[in-house]
């Protein structure tokens, strides 16, 4: 067995599993009293009202978000034009490989 150092000092954790225990207790609290609140009538239809009123929202905000974007692309499109070089020929064999790495197919 390794002999420990003399300054090691050891700190009790009776009040992180304290904590532990009541975050426990409140987690199985919450759960009981959302199983008795669904069991109330009309409690879930209204939950599932109010989810579907919610996610509506939220699409409806997409699609608005989405056409002021598409909106305001067109003119700054328009106003900014295309970008192109006039008299250049790529072809794949310019290209040289990097300095220091090995091409794929020479390694086989």
């Not at 009790?12 to 008795?36: C, E, P």
């Not at 579907?52 to 003119?75: D, E, G, K, R």
Request: aromatic share 6%.
């Amino acid at each position: 067995m390794a002999s420990e150092p003399k300054n090691l000092r050891k700190a009790g954790t009776g009040k992180s599993a304290a904590g532990l225990i009541a975050m426990v207790a409140i987690i199985i609290v919450a759960i009981i009293a959302a199983a008795w609140l669904l069991m109330q009538p009309g409690v879930l239809e209204n939950i599932v009202y109010a989810l579907a009123i919610i996610v509506a929202a939220i699409i409806v905000i997409a699609i608005v978000a989405y056409v002021a974007m598409a909106l305001i692309a067109v003119p700054m499109y328009a106003y900014k034009g295309e970008q192109y070089q006039e008299g250049v020929d790529y072809n794949l064999d310019d290209v040289n490989p990097v300095e220091g790495k090995e091409d794929k197919d020479e390694q086989r």
